[in-house]
């Protein structure tokens, strides 16, 4: 048997939360809530499935709940997407993000990804036979070097992914950051994968910028948003992604090759829901309020630490605290002291080292106050 995917391990998120639920640690690793959705969501989908809509839904979607995030997208963006040809609802962004590469990456394509990196970017750019081109960003992660990647960027780039409010730093782009990635593609057929499923999620006064609202950026962006973030329901794997018509028409080819559909009556249920604004608006300061429980509570703490801009992750810094790799480290929170994390070089290029472990503060008050209390005690 030959491998498709030979240097693939395990994801790291399977791998905490057993080692979490295994030794009975507080799980701070995997990024998903630890308290229940919205009831009237939940009545939402009862609702839908007792109403009958329990066969398949349209190819790209239950049409209301396409209409509906187009108009989300028109208020909060300023970009129009037709909801009939330009959005598709996928299986989570996972899917979302699987079919984009699928559909436009070719054999030794280079794609370019930003690294630290969410863990399905290269390997599906492998299993396509493109080529994933990392380009390093710098500890704290606070900014992108575009000098970097401009160098990356050769006759052979077809697409660029971009991870913006960013996992796992909690990096939020800047309007500087936009204008420059649309000066580096101007003049060229650069795609732009845009991983947008933190786009609520974002602290301190600070805005999303979407590459919807950069017209250099939107003619060649498909972009990818998830339910899960933000209504608390990543179990559920519902998500979309938005493109340009010729894009999608493309896109909706391997969706519907892969699963043809998505799960009809959460998304009756999603159209509903999506028509109370405050259902997505106060997500920012729900998130913000989480992460600043988390913070002032290990102010005094030996982890060194710069405030997430956004996502429900939180880096901390253990330089000084141990010598270990931080692979070995977070092994040893976990099963030594009962607190489970993320290591964040399996993100970086080459398992690069910095001394730094995640944390999802995705998580109710006191658990959050529970996980301080041993990260105080080290
Ligand atoms: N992209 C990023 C950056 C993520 O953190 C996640 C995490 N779940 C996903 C994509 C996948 O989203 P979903 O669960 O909707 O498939
Ligand atoms: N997105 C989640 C995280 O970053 C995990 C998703 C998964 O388990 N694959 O923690």
Known sequence: MRSKLPQNKLSIFAVMSKMAAQYNAINLSQGFPDFNTDPELIRLVTQAMQNGANQYAPLA??????????????????????????ICITVGASEALY???????????????????????????????????????DAPYTTVDWDAVAAAITPKTRMLVLNNPHNPSGMVLKDTDLKRLEELVKDTDILILSDEVYEHIVFDEKQHRSVASYPGLKERALVTA?????????????????????????????HQNTVFCVHHPTQVALAEYLNEPEHY???????????????????????????SEGTYFQM???????????????????????LASIPVSVFNKEQRDDHLLRFCFAKEEDTLLKAAAILNAI
């Open 61 to 86: 979607g239950y049409l209301p709940l396409r209409e509906n995030i187009a108009a989300m997208v028109q208020e909060l963006r300023g970009a129009t997407y037709d909801p009939e040809h330009e």
């Open 99 to 137: 079919v984009a590469i699928t559909a436009f990456v070719h054999r030794d394509d280079e794609v370019i990804v930003l690294k630290p990196a969410y863990d399905t970017y290269e390997p599906t750019i492998a299993l396509q036979g493109g080529i994933p081109v990392p380009v390093q960003l």
């Open 226 to 254: 998830s339910f899960g973030k933000t209504f608390h329901t990543t179990g559920w794997k519902m998500g979309y992604c938005l493109a340009p018509k010729a894009l999608m028409a493309e896109f909706n080819k391997v």
């Open 281 to 307: 608006l106060n997500l920012g300061s729900f998130y913000q309020r989480k992460r600043d429980v988390f913070l002032n509570a290990i102010q005094g703490s030996r982890f060194r630490f710069t405030s």
């Open 316 to 338: 901390l810094d253990y330089t000084g605290i141990s010598d270990l790799n931080d692979v070995a480290f977070a092994e040893y929170l976990t099963k030594e002291k009962g």
